[in-house]
């Protein structure tokens, strides 16, 4: 029962270092997300995957890129990190909208927690 | 103006007490309306989608107001185990993959 997958759950940068944050789903689902979440902010959506082969930026996506692997991968890289970057970062998936009209339940990994010094 | 505006809290209440979130949203396009819970540092789990004509899940009541554009969430008889931050959830008709969350509520029941 592994759900959604994020790996690493922990990492500390020094300001302009890069990573990659991954994320994978055994579950079939069409639509992947990134999430922040920081104190008092709520999660607010990064970017987002609809489905295999398409990306769109969500409310943060600044200083950020996002790679739709295939169906089950779906990766946050930051190029130059910022200690504005400090966060929890989700990763998400759901059935996604198709012609039904809702994406459905949102299931999340267990997050990521990333310092920037 | 934020999408989805929720009272931080917290909500201290006994055990055995009744609670009520509200959250209001912003844009008259929602469409789909959830509530999430998170337990401290962990990832948020669906706790129950909310339908116009209300609906119930146990000791767990969700309700719809399109007219004043809220959303609410009625906890009866609160267990210790339901400690924790809930998260109003909406999207819109425009793009049903672009889910908006509030900051959440924070309650703690207290023996």
């Known amino acids: 029962n592994a759900g959604v997958t994020q790996t690493p759950k922990f990492q500390v940068l020094k300001t302009g270092q890069s990573m990659t944050l991954q994320c994978a789903q055994d579950?079939?689902?069409?639509?992947m997300y990134w999430y922040r979440q920081d104190p008092g902010m709520g999660l607010r959506l990064i970017y987002y995957?609809?489905?295999?082969?398409?990306?769109d930026k969500g409310e943060v996506p600044n200083g950020y890129n996002v790679s739709r692997l295939n169906k089950r991968e779906f990766s946050l890289r930051l190029e130059s990190a910022a200690p504005s970057q400090t966060s929890v970062y989700f990763c998400?998936?759901?059935?996604?909208?198709?012609?039904?009209?809702?994406?459905?339940?949102?299931?999340f990994g267990e997050g990521s927690r990333l310092t920037v010094l | 103006r934020k999408e989805v505006e929720q009272d931080p809290g917290p909500f201290n209440v006994p055990e055995g007490a009744t609670v009520a979130f509200n959250c209001t949203y912003s844009?008259?396009?929602?469409?789909?309306f959830f509530w999430y819970r998170q337990d401290c540092r962990k990832e948020p789990k669906l706790l129950m989608s909310?339908?116009?004509s209300g609906n119930e899940d146990g000791r767990f009541t969700a309700q719809l107001n399109r007219a004043s554009q809220y959303i609410s969430l009625l906890i009866r008889d609160s267990k210790l185990s339901d400690s924790a931050t809930y998260l109003c959830?909406?999207?819109?008709?425009?793009?049903?993959?672009?889910?908006?969350f509030g900051s959440g509520t924070k309650l703690n029941v207290k023996p």
């Open positions: 844009n008259s396009a929602s469409q789909s």
């Open positions: 959830v909406v999207n819109t008709r425009y793009n049903f993959n672009k889910f908006y």
């Open positions: 909310v339908y116009s």
């Open positions: 995957s609809a489905s295999e082969g398409t990306t």
């Open positions: 579950m079939n689902h069409n639509s």
């Open positions: 998400a998936s759901s059935e996604g909208a198709g012609i039904v009209g809702n994406a459905g339940e949102l299931f």
